[in-house]
């Protein structure tokens, strides 16, 4: 049977490829890709959590509402990327310095 | 009913609010709103007019409106219409109908200029419902921003200097003005301290004294004076008058016209409802100054006029002559005088405002304003051949303008100069030349102009159209019928005016 | 019958509302607005004929008068008082002056369509004026106040600017209606101050209650700038008839006012309005009299009435002369005025009236047919006539009548007026001292006005024509009823008898049973003392018929010990005499002169004199020249050049450069100390710390996410 521990590591492998992603990739819709990653090894946590260690409702909840922020965090991350795009013609993410000074 | 002034200070407001909903493209609609704004303006102090009790001297009570502001301070939202009010109302609400048609012809930014316009109306009658000193103060500056804004934008080439002076100066006496109210506030009562002009007045601060780098001075002489130069900045009394002649040569027509016909009015009518009411005897201890200033203006403005080529600029210092009229019916406290010198407001907003309304006509024209020309030659010059109607309105305001008996002038300054005699006989003696003058610079101003052969460049003029007669025969019949048969003007002013001269007298 | 105010009041209303119609018609239709007009004047003369026909020879005619009086507006409040009242008063002489104003006013306007009809200047809108003109001078005649009468003189002299400057692209009209209106300003502004002085002390200024008020001696005591009132009073209200009526020093305007049409000069110089600054003298001469100053009245008339004539001698445009003539009349009644003949004065008004509007109506006849074919204009100069009587026969004859009663000729209406005048200057001289200059002043003017009217008679229609071709090609006059129906009309009553009625000593008019003149006996100094305590019913709109008049001193009856009477009558037959031989000698003269040689002998002798006579004193130099451009356009200049170029510039826009001293000043401190130590000083700190911490600020939102996640990753680890 499965326990705890392997949902917790594939939750963790889940959040470690998102980091990677984040960190080394340098196209936007990859790294919001990333982002969607570490949310869901989140979900997966809280899933795993509630099965085997609360037995309670409310961990199952919590997914639903991370898929659904998820959904408009992606919504308002790809116009934002599209908005870039139009400006700077390049998703890459390192023509995003407009904050230093 | 008695809802009715606060119809006529706020229509103009909601006027703007409903130009915001128009669309800035479409300016005929922007035009004819603003008229038919004003126009029920005009209609609604009308109908004040026709259900005024001239009988009654103090405040009308069916149409008072009394409504706490800010509680804490006892500052009233407080709105009221007398005899001496009544008058300048109508005269503004006129004024306004008459320069939304006059201002037909505005080159840019229209709706902001009729929104800008109907902000100054309702700020103008608001100055003259206002019986709350906190209020009036409030509508005499509101006042002030249409106007910079309006002489500052749609003005001539040298607007912004004209604006900037404008502004200056009578921001300078709204905060001589203000310090004079704060202090009112706190004298006026132990625990119920208030700005209501009604309670103010009546002379309640004679003995009073106060402490100024160490000495004790009279309340009341002090205050006056601060409320005088408030007032006589707007007036302009002599030696703070320079503003005008920049502000009506650089403001576009009917802001020159709301400029000579109302907004100079503000000032005397702060003598009378404010200065003189709230501190009688300081009035009367200063009233030689103030005929002896009087005097200075009607001068001095006359000898001034007559040396101006520009058209414009003659008329402005005309107005300052004028209002020197005004000063000495003031001064003189008695009831000819008194009478007069509310009479001359009125009269002179009528034919002021018909003078510059004619050379907004003219300018629209020519855009010159010379008589000559700074190289010598003639602006303009024969134009009773070319302009035949327009002669003739021009010389019914001229005339109108130097008193000829029959049109409206001649009454108001008869009855001053009956009403000043017995007290100012030199002054008098001396002021009576300056009608004299008064018809040797309109007259000569009016054979430079209109005599004569026609000059090369006027030959182009057409003659006036219907939409400018139609807005210059209101006041035509205005200054003809008031000439005439002066009583219904008269009748309206004459008690609230004769309570003040009693009051005064009692001093 | 009685009169009431609604049966008094179409004398003034009827003219009135023809002119509010005519001017609304006149764009439309000339010849409505000229029909309207017409109407207007004729209308009111019916009405004041009634009037005349009841104050000469009805019930009122022996010394009564109609007082109505209606409330104008009313500025009381509690028991401060001050009421307008405007009213109509009528004595005998207003009736007599109202019938004389619409008469001569009608014939006037008649004649006028003749002279006006197709002028490019506007046909209607002259008769526009004239019955405004008209309405004005009605209005006078008739109101009880002064205020009124103050109101109805400026609009005369509104009409007056209107009409001479009627052909408004000629400059020198121009010039001529600028000059008119405020030459009789300068009176009107004394006049006003007047009315205000009586105010002040009667709270009225109704003519009967000035009277009473003099009767009662309120003015008694009271002073002004150190002379008594009532002297202040007297010169200034003599001020308004010295303007109006156009004597010296301000004389100027009236031989300019011939730059309108000549209807409008003949309106202006006999009928309307030079006859209301007299009338006026006449109303108030309680005034003039308790002043003292009648003796300045008279030398001001003296002096006005030489001075016109001797100018009038070398004028050489025909309406030039008569202009002059106006004023040297004018003078007389003035001067009749000042030495105590007061009906004198006045029946020279009306005499003055009928024959001067006649006189100028036919020189108007005279210029309108003397068209000149090269310049296109119409020809006034006196050198190019001559020789007229054959073109012009009938005009002739009008003209002749009037001269010969201009000139003070036997059996004409100058001789009985102008008669009395000299007559009582005669007898003041011989009682005064002070008045011989009055008298020998009025009897060389009276000379010189025989001589200059006869020069002008034969200049125009004797000897031969001086200008052939314009003479061809003048038409020859036939009966018009518009051109010679009011010459004629009005020549017929240059009679004396019509005045005097002394062809045999006897009046025309029955008073009391008896004949007597009927001006001497009508027209009488008001009597002040009859006013006593005489206080206006308020609001009364009745009859007030009271007899208040004494009897005039010609009635030698009445006034005078029989004696002293019989004295004033011996010196009044060699005045008589006298004047009838200065008459005879002044058309002698210009007989010889201009007659027999046509030419000025006496012009090369006296050039000097006649160089400043062709400059009329040189007034109008001093006047223009002088004071208006040397003295009061500089000061003009100077005070706009103080107004704007110093005061506004350096003590109002000046306060920029005080302002700006102290904001340099401040700026400087904020600068240096507070922004380059304090503030600068902490920016600088905060720029090294900022510099440290830049290194960081990489942009790089990786760089962030990582040290964010090691920082993380290192508090979990410290957590575990």
Same mark, same amino acid.
């Given at each position: ?8 590591? &594939?939750?963790?492998?889940? *959040?470690?490829?998102? !980091? $990677? @992603?984040?960190? +080394?990739?340098?196209?936007? /819709?990859?790294?919001? %890709? ?22 309670? &409702?409310?961990?199952?909840? *919590?997914?639903?509402? !991370? $898929? @659904?922020?998820? +959904?408009?965090?992606?919504? /308002?991350?790809?116009? %934002? ?21 | ?507 | ?720």
């Amino acid at each position: 049977m499965m326990n705890l521990a392997a949902y917790l590591f &594939i939750s963790l492998v889940l *959040f470690l490829c998102g !980091i $990677i @992603v984040i960190i +080394a990739r340098k196209n936007i /819709v990859a790294i919001l %890709i990333g982002m969607e990653l570490i949310l869901n090894a989140a979900a997966l946590n809280f899933v795993a959590y509630s099965r085997y260690v609360t037995h309670h &409702i409310d961990g199952h909840i *919590f997914p639903l509402f !991370i $898929i @659904v922020v998820a +959904a408009a965090e992606a919504v /308002v991350g790809l116009a %934002i990327v599209i908005r870039f795009f139009q400006i700077k013609e390049t998703i890459h993410i390192d023509d995003a310095t407009q904050l230093q000074s | 009913m008695s809802n009715l002034l606060n119809w006529i200070v706020w229509l103009p407001v909601l006027g703007i609010l409903g130009m915001l909903v128009i669309p800035k493209s479409n300016e005929t609609a922007i035009k004819y709103w603003a008229v038919i704004t004003t126009a029920v303006t005009l209609i609604l102090t009308l109908i004040l007019w026709n259900n005024f009790d001239p009988t009654i001297a103090d405040m009308q009570p069916n149409f008072m409106v009394k409504i706490p502001w800010i509680a804490q301070f006892n500052i009233n939202y407080t709105l009221g219409v007398d005899g001496i009010s009544l008058p300048m109302i109508l005269l503004t609400a006129l004024l306004f109908f008459l320069c939304t048609l006059a201002s037909w012809n505005i080159p840019k930014f229209i709706k902001a200029y009729f929104a800008l316009l109907l902000l100054l109306e309702a700020s103008v009658l608001g100055v003259f419902l206002a019986l709350d000193f906190f209020l009036f103060y409030v509508f005499w500056e509101v006042m002030l921003i249409p106007m910079f804004f309006l002489i500052g934008i749609w003005g001539g080439e040298n607007r912004e200097y004209a604006a900037i002076k404008f502004f200056l100066f009578t921001f300078l006496g709204s905060i001589l003005m203000l310090v004079g109210m704060i202090a009112l506030y706190y004298v006026s009562g132990q625990g119920a301290n208030s700005f209501d002009i009604l309670s103010l007045s009546g002379g309640h601060f004679r003995d009073l004294t106060v402490t100024m780098f160490g000495h004790d001075l009279p309340f009341n002489i002090l205050f006056f004076i601060f409320l005088f130069i408030g007032f006589a900045i707007k007036v302009p009394v002599f030696p703070f008058h320079t503003w005008l002649p920049h502000a009506h040569v650089q403001a576009p027509t009917a802001v020159s016209v709301i400029l000579a016909g109302v907004l100079l009015k503000m000032g005397t009518y702060g003598f009378l409802r404010i200065a003189f009411p709230i501190f009688p005897a300081a009035s009367i201890y200063f009233a030689d100054a103030i005929a002896w200033l009087g005097l200075v203006n009607i001068i001095y403005g006359a000898l001034c006029a007559m040396a101006q080529t520009d058209v414009k600029k003659l008329i402005a210092y005309s107005s300052i002559s004028h209002m020197g009229f005004v000063m000495l019916g003031l001064a003189a406290m008695t009831v000819q005088g008194m009478n007069g010198a509310v009479l001359q407001m009125f009269n002179h907003g009528t034919s002021t405002a018909m003078l510059f309304l004619l050379i907004g006509i003219l300018y629209e024209r020519s855009h010159h304003r010379w008589i000559i020309r700074p190289d010598g030659s003639r602006g303009f010059g024969g134009l009773y051949t070319q302009l035949p109607k327009y002669t003739i309105i021009f010389i019914i305001a001229m005339f109108a303008s130097m008193g000829l008996p029959g049109l409206s002038g001649f009454i108001s300054e008869a009855l001053i100069f009956i009403g000043i005699y017995e007290r100012f006989t030199t002054i008098t003696v001396l002021a009576v030349f300056g009608l004299l003058l008064g018809a040797a610079y309109l007259l000569w101003m009016f054979k430079r102009m209109f005599f004569g052969e026609v000059v090369e460049d006027n030959k182009q003029y057409t003659d006036v159209n219907a939409r400018e007669i139609f807005y210059m025969l209101p006041l035509v019949a205005a200054v003809m019928i008031f000439g005439v048969y002066p009583a219904p003007i008269l009748n309206i002013m004459r008690a609230s005016v004769g309570k003040l001269v009693m009051m005064l007298n009692t001093f | 019958m009685e009169y009431t105010l609604t049966s008094i009041a179409p004398i003034v209303l009827l003219p009135f509302l023809a002119f509010i119609l005519s001017a609304l018609v006149v764009k439309k239709s000339d010849n409505l607005a000229v029909g309207i007009a017409l109407s207007g004047i004729v209308g009111s003369a019916i009405f004041s004929s009634r009037v005349f026909y009841d104050f000469v020879f009805g019930v009122y005619s022996k010394g009564y008068y109609i007082h109505k009086v209606f409330n104008w507006f009313d500025l009381s409040y509690g028991d401060l008082v001050f009421k307008v009242d405007m009213g109509i008063y009528i004595d005998n002489m207003a009736a007599i002056l109202l019938f004389m104003v619409t008469m001569v006013g009608s014939m006037i306007m008649i004649f006028s369509t003749y002279y006006m009809k197709g002028d490019k200047f506007g046909y209607g809108r002259f008769f526009v004026y004239m019955i405004l003109f008209s309405t004005g001078m009605i209005g006078l005649t008739i109101s009880d106040n002064l205020l009124s009468v103050f109101m109805f003189w400026e609009l005369m002299g509104f009409c007056s600017y209107s009409l001479i400057g009627f052909y408004y692209q000629k400059e020198s009209a121009a010039q001529a209606c600028v000059k008119a209106f405020m030459t009789t300003r300068v009176g009107d502004v004394f006049f006003l101050l007047a009315i205000v002085a009586i105010w002040s002390v009667v709270g009225s200024v109704s003519f009967v209650d000035i009277y009473a008020a003099l009767a009662d001696e309120k003015f008694a005591g009271l002073a002004i700038f150190g002379i008594p009132l009532i002297t202040f009073i007297a010169i200034s209200i003599f001020m308004g008839t010295i303007g109006k009526s156009a004597q010296f020093p301000l004389q100027v305007w009236l031989p300019d006012a011939m730059q309108g049409p000549t209807p409008c000069s003949a309106m202006i110089h006999a009928a309307t309005m030079v006859a209301a600054g007299v009338y006026l003298a006449l109303r108030v001469y309680p005034i003039l009299e308790a002043g003292h100053i009648l003796i300045f009245v008279a030398y001001i008339g003296g002096i006005t009435a030489l001075g016109a004539a001797t100018i009038a001698l070398v004028q050489t445009d025909i309406k030039a002369v008569l202009a002059y003539s106006t004023i040297s009349q004018l003078g007389y009644m003035v001067l009749g005025v000042g030495v105590g003949a007061y009906n004198a004065a006045f029946m020279h008004l009306i005499a003055h009236a009928v024959f001067k509007a006649c006189l100028f109506l036919a020189s108007g006849s005279i210029i309108h047919e003397l068209h000149d074919h090269h310049t296109g204009g119409h020809v006034q100069e006196m050198p190019r006539m001559g020789g007229l009587r054959k073109k012009m026969p009938l005009t002739f004859i009008a003209m002749l009548l009037c001269t010969f009663a201009i000139s003070g000729f036997p059996f004409f209406s100058g001789f009985v007026s102008k008669d009395r005048i000299l007559g009582d200057a005669f007898v003041m001289a011989t009682q005064h001292g002070s008045f011989i200059p009055v008298a020998i002043l009025g009897y060389a003017a009276a000379f010189l006005t025989a001589f200059y009217m006869f020069r002008m008679m034969f200049l125009t229609f004797f000897g031969e024509p001086r200008d052939k071709e314009l003479y061809d090609h003048t038409k020859q006059e036939t009966l018009l009823w518009n051109r010679n129906m009011p010459l004629l009309f009005l020549s017929i009553f240059t009679l004396g008898v019509f005045y005097s009625g002394s062809f045999t000593g006897q009046g025309l008019v029955k008073v009391a049973g008896d004949r007597y003149e009927w001006f001497s006996t009508l027209v009488q100094k008001p009597h002040v003392e009859n006013f006593k305590s005489y206080s206006k019913s308020e609001f009364n709109y009745e009859d007030s018929i009271t007899r208040n008049f004494e009897k005039s001193h010609y009635d030698a009856s009445h006034g005078m010990s029989a004696d002293k009477a019989h004295h004033v009558h011996h010196i009044h037959s060699i005045g008589a005499v006298i004047s009838i031989f200065i008459a005879l000698g002044g058309f002698l003269l210009a007989f010889f002169m201009y007659f027999k040689k046509s030419i000025n002998p006496w012009a090369s002798k006296f050039a000097w004199y006649t160089k400043v006579l062709k400059n009329k004193y040189y007034f109008d130099d001093f006047y223009l020249g002088g004071l208006i451009q040397k003295g009061l356009l500089p000061m003009n200049r100077f005070f706009a050049w103080i107004d704007m170029g110093i005061y506004d510039r350096f003590f109002i826009d000046g306060w920029e450069r005080v302002l700006a001293v102290c904001y340099s000043a401040a700026g400087w401190f904020d600068r240096i100390i507070v922004d380059t130590i304090f503030v600068d000083g902490i920016g600088a700190g905060t720029r090294l710390v900022n510099v440290i911490l830049r290194t960081f600020q990489s942009g790089k939102i990786q760089f962030y996410f990582l040290v964010g996640f090691i920082g993380l990753a290192g508090y979990i680890l410290t957590l575990l």
